[in-house]
């Protein structure tokens, strides 16, 4: 690929890399099925239909190539390996369409084909990707396997190359962590609704697997256990493939803003156990999607918007949890941003916030994060915050020298026996909220300095300390746009 002038960069081969896998992947699994479906003397009709399966245009070695090759991928009409004129493979992979209503198999391959286009100039280097990938064997458990942690390396040298994709790409031992400590239960619907990649969800799948001894439990594992959403057609095709491999046979992701559901016609039955999510921020969304929102919790936030729909995702009977990843603006904003965290701490139980130093998240942003922790089985009362120390000898993370799963482990083992220490400390969630006499929420700030630590200096360059202030100085502007649009709304 790296010979193919189309191609500029890792951010252009995986997905092409992805997809031409994808194809692959799906008529092994489609083989499998139709030598199942003949063993019980049934008949079984796949997804992808002659001439366009893979074995019907890929799998002869010496087959189409060239600019034929070329052709029939991507124009609307040519001549097809079978001799017939009709649809080139993207066109008609792109108008598949699932049967009776029903969204299946055929809509997700639609789905993820109407946000690609072919990328690779050379037809020749073309057929000699897809004679390679014709040798992997995606029916060999051991080859999934190893297949599986290739691809999740592949994601993560593509956020280093570009840092636009980082945002698809939440740290692995950050993910591990929040899996661990949520410990999602075999039996439980867990969701994230802006799984870029789907590292949570893989990691997910990988530690309810372990609970599925039966081939009941695996069926309840494979058939109604892990849900995401996704807004962007690359990571939706990256998670697609990331969780093909780890084991999903059918994954249940839905293209699309998650935002874009009213937070009022959310009922019990689109509930979930557990969510677990590290959504956008920064960013400002479209009128339309602010219009799904109470007119007084509109928010040029998506953090804040995504808080909203967590809170309102979660089911209330049982033990609903969350943990979330949260820019640092979201502890300490006023206005809208408090009511929104008022709302949290008097209708769920905030019981943990983990505060992350900086460099976490690079290369894609400096920005010191938070995870918080909480659930339906209560209002909130004691907060317990942990404090992730800074790398022993060096001032922050970084993309070559990055946070790792054991650096976490002290805080594994406090999360198990809480303690107050130098690292942990906690504080009466009640008086957190600060409200006027007529009740409205004034102020709301969980931005609570560590009182253990001994006012330790600060030691950050000008440089750090300069994006320390803009980063502050974007929230103030925020809250500066909440109050605007509140005003203009009163008249």
Not at 213 to 220: A, N
Not at 463 to 484: G, H, N, R, Y
Request: glycine share 8%.
């Amino acid at each position: 690929m790296r010979k193919d002038k189309g191609l500029s960069g890792d951010i252009d081969r995986l997905p092409m890399l992805t997809w031409i896998m994808f194809l692959k992947f799906l008529d092994d699994m489609e083989h499998i099925e139709e030598e199942r479906a003949d063993i019980a003397g049934k008949t079984y009709r796949g997804a992808i239909e002659a001439p366009y399966r893979w074995r019907d245009w890929a799998a002869d070695e010496g087959g189409i190539t060239g600019p034929d090759l070329i052709d029939f991928l991507t124009l609307e009409k040519t001549t097809r390996p079978d001799g017939s004129i009709g649809p080139g493979l993207f066109a008609y992979l792109r108008n598949l369409r699932g049967e009776n209503g029903m969204r299946g198999r055929k809509d997700v391959i639609a789905t993820v084909f109407r946000g690609l286009s072919n990328r690779m100039e050379s037809g020749y280097l073309l057929r000699d990707v897809i004679n390679l990938v014709d040798g992997i064997h995606f029916d060999s458990s051991e080859e999934i396997h190893t297949l599986g942690r290739l691809y999740e390396t592949l994601l993560r040298e593509m956020r280093d190359a570009a840092g636009d994709s980082g945002e698809f790409y939440t740290p692995r031992p950050i993910v591990r962590f929040m899996v661990e400590v949520t410990d999602p239960q075999l039996g439980e619907t867990i969701l994230d609704p802006a799984c870029g990649t789907g590292g949570f969800l893989t990691e997910t799948y990988e530690h309810m697997a372990k609970q599925a001894d039966t081939v009941e439990k695996r069926e309840v594992l494979q058939s109604s256990s892990i849900f995401g959403g996704e807004a962007k057609p690359l990571p939706f095709l990256l998670v697609q493939m990331n969780l093909l491999l780890h084991g999903l046979e059918a994954p249940k992701i839905t293209p699309g803003n998650s935002l874009t559901v009213r937070l009022s016609e959310i009922g019990d039955r689109d509930r979930v156990n557990v969510i677990l999510t590290n959504p956008p921020f920064g960013g400002e969304e479209e009128t339309g999607i602010l219009n799904n929102f109470p007119e007084d919790r509109r928010t040029a936030e998506t953090a804040l918007l995504f808080l909203q729909l967590i809170m309102r995702k979660l089911k209330r009977k049982g033990k609903g949890r969350a943990a979330v990843v949260v820019p640092h603006g979201v502890l300490f904003g006023d206005g809208i941003a408090a009511r929104i965290k008022a709302d949290l701490l008097k209708n769920f139980n905030l019981h943990t916030v983990v505060r992350l130093p900086e460099g976490v998240f690079a290369p894609y942003t400096d920005i010191a994060t938070n995870i918080i922790f909480f659930d339906t089985e209560k209002k909130t009362d004691d907060i317990w915050f942990y404090e992730q120390p800074k790398p022993e000898g060096r001032k922050k993370y970084s993309k070559t020298a990055p946070l790792t799963y054991d650096e976490l482990q002290p805080c594994l083992d406090w999360w198990r026996d809480r303690q107050e220490n130098e690292r942990a400390w906690k504080v009466q969630g009640p008086n957190i909220v600060k409200t006027d006499d007529a009740g409205r929420v004034m102020a709301c700030n969980l931005d609570i300095k560590n009182p253990n630590s001994g006012g330790v200096a600060d030691h950050r360059t000008p440089t750090e300390i300069i994006a320390s202030i803009e980063e502050k100085e974007q929230a103030v502007f925020s809250i500066l746009k909440d109050i605007k649009r509140t005003l203009s709304e009163m008249g």
